[in-house]
């Protein structure tokens, strides 16, 4: 087994062999360069509480214990704000040794502020599929702005699959970026990952730096691409000449990289967590960035990063060009057949400030 990241052959090919066993055949699209969308099942049940099952205990029983009532999501659900919801998934795994996943929200799902997390039997940490599992999947959801309707099939989160351990060392990772431009706009701190800084100087003649959400809004059908009309679920925010955005505790952001982004198609991506040294707020749900992601010859140079924030317990002020999170790269085991964005109907390929691909 070639140590890296898994391409989308790769994928394709262990759910030929059973090392993923999905409830019905993979759909179109589900399969991207680096990493496969998972899908809801058909049972939902809202919780007490957030969980983890921990070693030795299955998450089903778990679910049991805490459930309030059991949703059948064949004809759709709408979940609501402020609740913790479990699904089951279709897709099940039998990894073999040597072989594990990590797991985040999609783009579409970070950027509507629906709080994703994958959990595993066993399992002592969200998003994580630990080497040589074999079992169910669940999705831990909720929505913290915008309720949403969801249904079997809904792809709300995604599983990248890795042998051995192919995250760059700062080393190597400088050198790329010096050879492949990872990052545009001059030299950024090599330091566990790339630096990425907030662009709070305006992106259009108007001065528009991002937006925040709106309370009290209509459904998000998650399935429905163009069917919200953005002023219904969002306040522009525009530059004020200060440079500095203060961000309230109970409201959440989108905001866009300063710099452009680069994935070269020998390479994974993914922004890593909340650093506690960078402030008070976490930066981006949906970590995930394909191959390809900002690369010339698939139709995507220019692209940004975007930014899905959340200040945490107190209101937090951010300046234009702040570091607000970094970028780790993984070496690819092969380089896959398409690259992002190269007719994929990739959403957020050479994008700016974006939101995500159900609004219009």
């Known amino acids: 087994m070639v140590d890296g990241i898994f391409s989308d052959a790769m994928i394709e090919a262990m759910v030929r062999t059973g090392q993923i066993r999905p409830a019905a055949p993979p759909v179109a699209g589900q399969i991207q360069p680096a990493s496969m969308d998972l899908r809801l099942g058909k049972r939902c049940w809202r919780v007490r509480a957030s969980f983890l099952p921990g070693p030795g205990r299955n998450a089903r029983d778990r679910i049991a214990a805490i459930a309030l009532h059991e949703i059948d999501l064949s004809d759709g659900a709408v ?20 072989m594990a996943a990590s797991a985040n929200p999609k783009s579409s799902t970070g950027r509507i502020d629906v709080f994703t997390r994958v959990i ?31 249904r079997t099939g809904s792809r709300l989160s995604q599983i990248r699959f890795r042998s051995g351990q192919p995250r760059l060392d700062d080393a190597t990772l400088a050198a790329l970026d010096r050879s492949e431009t990872l990052i545009a706009g001059g030299a950024h701190p090599v330091s566990a990952g790339v630096a990425v800084s907030v662009d709070l100087s305006g992106f ?22 163009g069917a919200c009309r953005i002023a219904d679920y969002w306040e522009p925010l525009t ?30 991506a993914e922004m ?3 650093d506690p040294l960078v402030g008070e707020f976490r930066v981006h749900y ?20 975007v ?8 209101p937090f002020i951010i300046e234009d060009g702040q570091i607000v ?11 896959p057949r398409t690259l992002y964005g190269a007719g994929l109907g990739s959403n957020y390929q050479a994008q700016g400030l974006k939101l995500s691909k159900h609004f219009k």
């Not at 704000?81 to 039998?94: I, K, R, S």
């Not at 940490?125 to 913290?144: H, N, Q, R, T, W």
Request: glycine share 14%; net charge negative; charged share 20%.
């Open 204 to 225: 259009d003649g108007a001065g528009l730096i991002g937006y925040r959400g709106k309370r009290h809004t209509g459904l998000v059908d998650v399935d429905k691409v």
């Open 325 to 335: 999170g970094r970028l780790v790269y993984e070496r690819m085991a092969e380089r």
């Open 272 to 274: 890593v967590p909340f």
């Open 79 to 98: 979940l609501e704000t402020g609740c913790v919801y479990v699904a089951e998934l279709c897709e099940a795994l039998a990894l073999p040794a040597g």
């Open 120 to 150: 595993v039997d066993g399992g002592a940490a969200f998003d994580v599929i630990p080497d040589g599992y074999s079992g169910p999947l669940y999705a831990e959801i909720s929505p913290k702005t915008f309720p949403v309707l969801v």
């Open 307 to 314: 930014l899905e924030v959340r200040s945490h317990d107190v």
């Open 286 to 305: 949906a970590g995930f960035f394909d191959p390809g992601f900002g690369h010339m010859a698939a139709g995507g140079a220019g692209a940004r990063a």
């Open 239 to 268: 530059a004020d000449g200060s440079g500095a955005l203060v961000l309230d505790p109970s409201e959440f952001y989108i905001l866009a990289s300063k710099e452009a982004v680069h994935v070269p198609p020998d390479y994974a």
